[in-house]
Structure formats: structure tokens, C-alpha cells
């Protein structure tokens, strides 16, 4: 007969009345085993546990310890990770897709290859983590901490970055069509060869980016700073950057747009070509 996977040890909490009760610490998990048993494992220790491979449909792993945990190539849709802590997990190719990770802890996470389609990262600690070639589709990432994240290749179409910190991001070639940048902080950030057509960047904080050879066909920038952004072969086709601040003419002599591109009064850009 398996042992129950949250094992409790009880401690005695003072109260200023100088009555005492009992109160319960992080349960402790046991194996793999038995998290499928009871559908997860909220507020446990699970530290550095081997849980690669792991099946498990809407587990409950809210509140959980999950420091440096191997969760690669597990499948764990929907399940409920937040407020847990899972700096340096490995999930690897993990499905995640519609998991509930809000305010939990991921700095430096690998989440490469990994499917996040629908899931909600708002208002995470994801500081240098790795999402290189991670499904983010539709994933909610408001409010999240993304400083100095890998999202190189990343493919999330529709995503929310909205209110999002994201200075020194790698987005390099990444597909984020349609996607929500409002008031997101871009500086630095490196956007090269992205696909961002029909994305929002309203009052986004894009000073200094580099958005070389990117595709923002159709994306809206009223009120965006792009002061000092490097638009070097950058498409700008159908884009509206009337109301954007920062931009300069010699900035805009690097881009390409068309008929439809939208500008501050007394700049001019040039008709996209073939090769653009």
C-alpha cells in the first residue's frame, strides 16, 4: 500500500495570547507514484525531484518548491503551478499547454521546444529563462518579468506581453503575429528578423531596440518610444507610426514601407521591393 503522497509534519505556531496551534509545513512528496495518485502536489517540497516523463492532466502544484526539478518531456496540460518556485526547473519539452503558472518563480527555467499554448505566465519572475523555440500561442505574459529572456524562434501568435518587462530580450526570428506589447519596456531588446505583423506596441518602451530585417507589417505604435531603434531593412508596410515618439528620418531611410504606412508629419520612407 503506497504511502500518501503529502506527508505532513505539524509545528506549533505562538500566538500573542500565548495559545498554541498546529499548522502545517511544505508537505514532502514521495515519487512520482503517488503525485498521480492525488492529481499532484500543492505546496510540497519537490527540489531537485525526478520527475522527467510525468503524466499527469490538471495536476495541482500550486505553492510547490520545485527548485531545479527535472520535469522534461512531461505532460502536464492544464495543470496549476502558481505561486510555485521553479528556478532552474528543467521542462524541456515539457506540454504545458493551458497550464496556470501566475506569479510563480522561473528565473532561469528551460523551457526550450517546450508548448505553452494558452497558458497564463502573468506576473511571473522568468528572468533569464530559456524559451528558444517554445509554443507560446495565446499565452497570457502581462505584467511578467522577461528581462534578458531567450525567446529566440518562439512561435506565439495572438500572445499578451502587455505591461511586460522585457529589456535585453532575445526575440530573434521569433513569430509573434498579432501579439500585445502594450506598454511592455523593449529597451535593447533584440527583435531581429521577428515576425510582429499586426502587433500592438501601444506606449511601448522600444528605445534602442534592434529590429533589423523584422517584419512589422500592420503592427500600431501610437505613442511608442522608438528612439535610437535600429530599422535596418525593417518592413513597415501598413504600420502606423504617426503618433510613435523618437523617430527620426534617418532611422526611417533604413526601412521600407508602403502606401498605407502611416508616419509623423515630415518624414518619408520608401516603397518595399521584392528583395525587401
Given at each position: ?10 509545528r506549533?505556531?505562538i500566538?500573542?495570547a ?8 511544505l508537505?514532502q512528496s ?5 503525485i498521480?495518485?492525488?492529481?499532484g502536489?500543492p505546496?510540497?517540497k519537490l ?19 520545485m527548485?531545479?526539478a527535472?520535469l522534461k518531456?512531461?505532460?502536464?496540460p492544464?495543470?496549476?503551478?502558481a ?5 532552474r526547473?528543467e521542462?524541456?519539452k515539457?506540454n504545458l499547454a ?7 518563480i ?13 497558458a497564463?505566465?502573468?506576473?511571473t519572475?522568468?528572468?533569464d ?5 517554445a509554443?507560446?500561442?495565446?499565452a ?8 534578458h529572456?531567450l525567446?529566440?524562434?518562439a512561435a506565439g501568435t495572438?500572445?499578451?506581453?502587455s505591461?511586460?518587462?522585457m ?6 526570428r521569433?513569430v509573434l ?7 511592455a519596456?523593449?529597451?535593447?531588446a ?7 505583423s499586426?502587433?500592438s506596441?501601444i ?9 533589423s530585417s523584422a ?5 500600431i ?7 535610437g531603434a ?15 515618439d ?5 532611422q ?7 502606401q ?8 518619408t ?7 525587401d
Amino acid at each position: 500500500m503506497p504511502t500518501r503522497v503529502c506527508m505532513r509534519k505539524w509545528r506549533p505556531l505562538i500566538l500573542s495570547a500565548g495559545l498554541f496551534l498546529i499548522a502545517p509545513p511544505l508537505a514532502q512528496s514521495q515519487s512520482a507514484e503517488e503525485i498521480i495518485a492525488e492529481r499532484g502536489c500543492p505546496k510540497c517540497k519537490l527540489s531537485q525531484a525526478d520527475l522527467r516523463g510525468l503524466e499527469l492532466e490538471a495536476a495541482n502544484f500550486a505553492g510547490a518548491r520545485m527548485i531545479e526539478a527535472d520535469l522534461k518531456n512531461a505532460s502536464l496540460p492544464q495543470a496549476n503551478f502558481a505561486k510555485a518556485s521553479l528556478h532552474r526547473a528543467e521542462l524541456e519539452k515539457a506540454n504545458l499547454a493551458g497550464a496556470n503558472f501566475a506569479r510563480a518563480i522561473m528565473r532561469e527555467v528551460d523551457l526550450e521546444k517546450t508548448d505553452l499554448t494558452g497558458a497564463n505566465l502573468s506576473q511571473t519572475d522568468m528572468r533569464d529563462a530559456d524559451l528558444e523555440n517554445a509554443t507560446i500561442a495565446e499565452a497570457n505574459l502581462a505584467e511578467a518579468d522577461l528581462r534578458h529572456t531567450l525567446l529566440r524562434r518562439a512561435a506565439g501568435t495572438g500572445a499578451n506581453f502587455s505591461y511586460t518587462l522585457m529589456d535585453q530580450a532575445d526575440l530573434e526570428r521569433a513569430v509573434l503575429r498579432e501579439a500585445n506589447f502594450t506598454r511592455a519596456r523593449l529597451t535593447s531588446a533584440d527583435l531581429d528578423r521577428a515576425d510582429l505583423s499586426g502587433s500592438s506596441f501601444i506606449d511601448a518602451d522600444l528605445s534602442k531596440a534592434h529590429l533589423s530585417s523584422a517584419n512589422l507589417s500592420g503592427a500600431i505604435f501610437d505613442g511608442a518610444d522608438l528612439s535610437g531603434a535600429l530599422l535596418r531593412r525593417t518592413r513597415l508596410s501598413g504600420a502606423d507610426l504617426s503618433d510613435a515618439d523618437g523617430l527620426e528620418q534617418e532611422q526611417v531611410d533604413m526601412a521600407c514601407g508602403d502606401q498605407d504606412t502611416r508616419l509623423p508629419n515630415r518624414l518619408t520612407i520608401k516603397t518595399c521591393g521584392a528583395d525587401d
